[in-house]
């Protein structure tokens, strides 16, 4: 009887461990996002651009300060918003000449430091965030020490992707560029490839069966020194190479007004792609003028795409300030504690639109990032920097987890704020 109740109990045991083992298996398959198809997902932009000095680039404290070769302090410093580096460990911290409230030295992060990277991808998966757009402006390919630098941050990306479970695209942003200088991306993404094989990792998201690729910069009536040939040209190449193409283009372009070229050859330019991503930073400044936006704008911008074969990524934002950059109004169109930002996403799934590109995951500098920033930022005579409207420094990545739910119908556009 002892012998078959320990039998029993083997046999028991057994069956209770290998469906744990299956049950943990399940979740783990389920917090892999699936690399096959932007449809369903929420991406942000990542900027990685943001360096300090002791990190190792030799680059100082870029995009913290105006003069990177000196040190981060009143008179000298580009950012809005003041992240929390509370969860960074001792070496991924740096400190800078200002301090906070209770007398405390203020610290930021370096995007050179390859933890925090990681760091920013397990919060990425933690809160349900599907992934990023890694951004290589095109006009620093040709500077050694910033091509390093692109190329450590995307390294570290690809790790924290990996083991996040979380999937990146590379986006090429073409500000900057004279003429004849867009030819730098075709370079530059030929050596990702066969130096790097970055298109060949199972985090490496895929459309329509190819890898993603995104230019930004194509159709803007800003006085570009490059022209639209040189991006129908790039484009045309890249889908040669079995590149699926996603262009970010200006809010109007669909009319050819405001923002816009009138020029006829955008419209044959999209054409040729493969997603539509217009750049929406500014174009509204509150919430009902967002939910205006997205049905006079973004509805029709969809369907025009749709008739076209295209799919359609608007673009969101939680809100937008840059006086320490440019010396513009502080708070300039403000967060509402996640209300602007929460009635775009709702805007966009009225308008049946499948996809959402966040814009920034780390954009401190013009006050549009997601990423845990502090209630609290330094203060000083003549300082000013945003606080967080009272709110704790991960609101904004439980929102855009949220987001990523109300995309997949997983709850109702009715749904209250977060």
Request: glycine share 10%.
């Amino acid at each position: 009887m002892i012998i078959a109740r320990r039998v029993a109990f083997a046999f028991w045991f057994l069956c209770a461990t290998a469906a744990a083992a299956a049950a943990d298996a399940t979740r783990a398959t389920n917090m892999v996002v699936d690399n096959s198809t932007l449809t369903g997902k929420v991406m942000c932009g990542y900027q990685g651009w943001f360096n300090c000095e002791g990190d190792g680039a030799d680059l100082g404290w870029t995009h913290w300060a105006r003069n990177r070769n000196k040190p981060v302090r009143p008179g000298n410093v580009t950012v809005d918003l003041w992240p929390d580096v509370s969860e960074l460990e001792a070496d991924e911290r740096y400190a800078t000449g200002f301090t906070h409230a209770d007398g405390t030295t203020a610290e930021v992060f370096s995007s050179g430091n390859r933890k925090t990277v990681l760091r920013h991808f397990q919060w990425m998966r933690h809160y349900g965030i599907d992934g990023v757009f890694m951004q290589r402006f095109a006009n620093g390919l040709k500077d050694p020490d910033s091509l390093r630098h692109k190329n450590n941050v995307l390294l570290h990306a690809r790790e924290g992707a990996a083991k996040s479970g979380r999937v990146l695209a590379v986006m090429y942003d073409l500000s900057g560029l004279r003429a004849g200088q867009v030819e730098r991306v075709r370079s530059d993404w030929t050596m990702l490839q066969e130096k790097m094989n970055v298109s060949s990792d199972p985090t490496y998201l895929h459309h329509d069966g190819g890898p993603v690729v995104a230019v930004w910069g194509v159709g803007f009536d800003d006085d570009r020194r490059y022209a639209l040939g040189e991006c129908f040209e790039l484009v045309k190449w890249l889908k040669s190479e079995g590149c699926t193409v996603m262009l970010g283009v200006p809010s109007f372009w669909r009319e050819g007004r405001r923002d816009a070229t009138d020029d006829a050859m955008l419209h044959a330019v999209l054409k040729h792609a493969d997603i539509v991503s217009p750049w929406s930073i500014g174009r509204y400044r509150t919430s009902g003028e967002a939910t205006r936006h997205a049905a006079d704008i973004w509805q029709p911008d969809r369907e025009w795409c749709a008739h076209h074969g295209l799919g359609f990524l608007p673009v969101v934002f939680p809100g937008f300030s840059w006086h320490n950059l440019t010396g513009g109004r502080i708070d300039d169109i403000p967060r509402l504690k996640g209300r602007f930002l929460w009635s775009q996403i709702v805007g966009a799934k009225r308008a049946d639109c499948e996809m959402i590109y966040v814009a920034m995951f780390d954009e401190v500098d013009e006050g549009t990032a997601i990423l845990k920033c502090t209630d609290q930022p330094p203060v000083g005579q003549g300082i000013q920097f945003l606080a967080y409207e009272g709110l704790p420094s991960d609101y904004y990545l439980k929102l855009v987890g949220q987001a990523g739910r109300l995309l997949r119908g997983e709850v109702s556009v009715t749904s209250p704020l977060p």
